[in-house]
Nanobody
């Protein structure tokens, strides 16, 4: 079965940097769009950044200029480089990917478990 696992979360001071990784494993024929979402207590889940298989990206206004999403298709991995972190970036960050398990199967969005990012002095 397809599984996405995030890593790289943790505690960082304001202004600091963190790099998140999300690796997909299992039955994977191809992966289309991938993205990072975040959700903080009392707030709705929001798309932080998305990236197509070809590398086209989009970002939430709140993170533009600070975050960079990238992917390594050979590793089935998507990354989120987070710089100039602010306390309001504190959230659980979850990755997803549109994964096609096999050549005759339909693509399906799979989600990771999430990784906690805390920005605090």
């Amino acid at each position: 079965q397809v599984q996405l696992v995030e890593s790289g979360g943790g505690l960082v001071q304001p202004g600091g940097s963190l790099r998140l990784s999300c690796a997909a494993s299992g039955s994977i024929y191809s992966i289309g769009n991938m993205g990072w979402y975040r959700q903080a207590p009392g707030k709705q889940r929001e798309l932080v950044a998305g990236i197509s298989r070809g590398g086209n990206t989009n970002y939430a206004d709140a993170v533009k200029g600070r975050f960079t999403i990238s992917r390594d298709n050979a590793k089935n991995t998507v990354y989120l480089q987070m710089n100039s972190l602010k306390p309001e970036d504190t959230a659980v960050y979850v990755c997803n990917g549109l994964v096609q398990p096999g050549p005759l199967s339909s693509p399906y969005y799979y989600w990771g478990q999430g990784t906690q990012v805390t920005v605090s002095s």
